[in-house]
């Protein structure tokens, strides 16, 4: 959800992440005085692009982020920034996956975020 209790937006940041970070957030806040918008990643995903998530993202920086489901051994999100003609694309650790490979098609930026070095492929491939 947007803008929970106890955070604001104003001089805040927008967090885009999954719903168990704004747990951690939430608690965190009780401590320091953060100020944040929250947006789940789960929000993000699909094609429906006129949510509210959406539209609040355009408002505030003039373009679009959307997430897509990645393969992990827990719920994980790729994330697709567009804005004035440059497009990034962000994804953590994930099996091959179909939807960030398109995705990522004509990305002027993609980060890739990996743990596993290849000594480790059993691991990789087993979680």
């Not at 005085?33 to 408002?59: M, V």
């Not at 697709?80 to 004509?106: M, N, W």
Request: charged content about 25%.
């Amino acid at each position: 959800s947007v803008q929970p209790a106890g955070a604001t937006s104003v001089g805040g940041v927008v967090v885009v992440g999954p719903m168990w970070l704004e747990a951690w957030l939430r608690t965190l806040s009780r401590l320091e005085d953060l100020r944040y918008d929250f947006i789940e990643c789960q929000e993000l995903a699909g094609t429906d692009h006129t949510n509210r998530c959406s539209q609040k993202i355009r408002e505030l920086i003039g373009g679009s982020v959307r997430a897509v489901l990645v393969q992990h051994s827990f719920p994980s999100y790729g994330i697709i920034l567009e804005v004035g003609g440059f497009k990034l694309v962000y994804s953590g650790d994930t099996r091959p996956c179909e939807a960030l490979a398109e995705a990522g098609q004509h990305a002027d930026l993609l980060i890739h975020e990996a743990t596993f070095d290849d000594e480790m492929e059993d691991k990789a491939v087993s979680d």
